[in-house]
């Protein structure tokens, strides 16, 4: 019994009165004694109780394939379970994202939380999920299936707790995060209701980011007449345009700090040519750039075209640039110290959350929210490694604390 009572002052309640994101620094409501409420410990409770049944409903949504545009099979049970949950409204919208409405009062603030359900493995249709002492392997394991196991318990556990919203909270597994958060923006741009915050579930336990990282980079391409090698003396070649472009993009200076101004470029991609006795037609490289800054992001992509210009004029060869203009970057004044991003702060530490990193260079569905004025943030959901790759792994025991943290952020919020 001793144990039982000291893991359930380890996870208190907090209390969010009002949100808003103003230049005026905030203070966090995080009060721990609410951890020894009797609704805090039936809350906690049950999650430790299912603890078996978490991982088992984890691993088999894992094996549903779900690559961005193939969300069908994942929706469905998503939203079968809103349903089974109790929840006010379920349903999948017109974009196939999985939406559950859990209703409060009149007077409530219109909240969303949104894990994604998209993977970036397309092709992957069949997925074994491994299990090793604390880890589980697979594709997706992490990003971000474990978001939205965090968030279907969290809903249960609140339902089985007796728990009353003031609020009107908008659970939205959306589809498309992956590729421009496209669900989330469309859900955001038809709906009917307007939104006082969003909360996206993604990204490493302490992670937290209230700003949106602009992307920039696209692909630099050069076109010339081209030659045999015998023929070649005088005949401009695409490939030294590339090697220039790139040596001098290189010495482009970004800022580093502070955070709302950091920006950041790579040349990730090169290639051209057919054959290895002509000069090159065509060659080509690739630039990825990203800022939390979108003057700064601006700047940099300005350079970038100048240069790619010059040498082109420099070799003699034409050159076609297209740099992504529509990822901006967005910062909401305050938004760093404000009550929303404070509280969810205070959380994470009590929680013991390692890595804790607050920044504005969020690239998640909370970037929606930005760009349209919502006060949005991003909240971790376990710890991951090798993201994005066929060996992904995420870790059991940071699930369970990524499932608190989004339970206190509910409470807190109400």
């Known amino acids: 019994m001793k144990k039982i009572i000291t893991l359930f002052l380890c996870f208190p309640f907090i209390f969010l009165a009002t949100i808003s994101f103003t230049q005026k620094g905030e203070e966090s409501l995080f009060k721990p004694e609410i951890a020894s409420s009797p609704q805090a410990q039936k809350i906690f409770s049950f999650i430790e109780k299912n603890r078996e049944a978490i991982i088992e409903e984890w691993i088999y949504l894992t094996e549903i394939p779900a690559p961005s545009g193939h969300e069908e099979k994942r929706a469905k049970y998503i939203e079968a379970q809103f349903k089974a949950a109790g929840l006010d409204e379920a349903y999948i919208d017109e974009f196939g994202n999985a939406v559950g409405i859990w209703r409060g009062t009149s007077q409530g603030k219109n909240i969303i939380f949104a894990p994604h359900m998209d993977t970036v493995f397309q092709e992957v249709w069949e997925i074994k999920v491994i299990r090793e002492e604390n880890l589980l392997k697979a594709p997706g394991i992490g990003d971000d299936t474990s978001s939205c196991i965090n968030l279907l318990w969290s809903i249960r ?20 995060e992956e590729i421009g958060f496209r669900g989330m923006r469309l859900f955001l741009d038809n ?3 307007k939104f006082d915050m969003l909360i996206a579930l993604d990204g490493d336990l302490g992670s937290l980011s209230y700003g949106a990282l602009g992307f920039g980079g696209g692909r630099v391409i050069f076109r010339g007449p081209g030659a045999h ?3 070649s003396r005088g ?7 590339v090697a220039k472009a790139i040596e001098r993009i290189y010495q482009i200076s ?8 950091f920006a950041i470029y790579n040349v990730g991609m090169i290639g051209g040519g057919k054959v290895n006795n002509a000069v090159s037609q065509e060659s080509f490289f690739t630039v990825d750039l990203r800022s939390a800054n979108q ?3 601006e700047k940099a992509a300005r350079q970038i075209e100048e240069i790619c210009r010059q040498v082109a004029e420099e070799v003699g060869v034409e050159v076609e640039i297209n740099l992504n203009k529509n990822a901006r970057a967005y910062q909401l004044p305050g938004a760093r110290h404000s009550t929303l991003v404070r509280t969810a702060e205070e959380i994470l530490k ?10 504005p260079l969020g690239s998640t569905d909370a970037n929606a929210g930005i760009e349209q004025g919502i006060p949005s943030i991003n909240l971790g959901r376990t710890y ?6 066929l060996r992904e792994e995420a870790e059991i025991d940071g699930l369970f604390v990524g499932i608190k943290q989004d339970i206190l952020m509910i409470l807190s919020l109400n």
């Open 157 to 176: 556990a609140l339902k089985n707790a007796g728990f009353k919203p003031k609020n009107n909270y908008y659970f939205v597994a959306t589809v498309g």
């Open 191 to 193: 709906s009917k209701e």
């Open 229 to 231: 090698t015998m023929q």
């Open 235 to 241: 005949v401009p070649n695409p490939n030294v345009a």
């Open 254 to 261: 970004v800022p580093a700090e502070p955070p709302e101004k």
């Open 295 to 297: 003057a700064e992001l």
């Open 350 to 359: 009590f929680l013991k959350v390692r890595d804790l990193e607050i920044n």
């Open 384 to 389: 991951c490694r090798y993201k994005h790759s």
